[in-house]
């Protein structure tokens, strides 16, 4: 079974970095595109950013320049450096990827159970 674990989320001050890593395990055969979502109460879960396999990298443009993906696909990993950050910021953050497992051998949608990120003073 295919699982994504995130962490690295937590309370920090305005202006202050965070790095969320989520890491997938189970029997893998390939990940296509990962990515940051995030969510906060009553509204709709939005795009961060993400990246492709051959690491082309996409952002929401309220985080351009502030935040950074990443990937180690020899860790099955993704990464999301959060500098800069702004009360505004504060979400659940979720992790997504494309995955093919070795059970389905087809390409599906796999979420994590999301990280609280807090901005505050």
């Known amino acids: 079974q295919v699982q994504l674990v995130e962490s690295g989320g937590g309370l920090v001050q305005p202006g202050g970095s965070l790095r969320l890593s989520c890491a997938a395990s189970?029997?893998?055969?390939?990940?296509?595109?990962m990515g940051w979502y995030r969510q906060t109460p009553g509204k709709q879960r939005e795009l961060v950013a993400t990246?492709?396999?051959?690491?082309?990298?996409n952002y929401a443009d309220s985080v351009k320049g502030r935040f950074t993906i990443s990937r180690d696909n020899a860790k099955n990993t993704v990464y999301l450096q959060m500098n800069s950050l702004k009360p505004e910021d504060t979400a659940v953050y979720y992790c997504?990827?494309?995955?093919?497992?070795?059970?389905?051998?087809?390409?599906?949608?796999?979420w994590g159970q999301g990280t609280q990120v807090t901005v505050s003073s």
């Open positions: 189970g029997r893998i055969l390939f990940i296509n595109t």
């Open positions: 997504n990827a494309e995955i093919v497992a070795i059970a389905t051998m087809s390409l599906e949608s796999y």
């Open positions: 990246i492709t396999s051959s690491a082309s990298t």
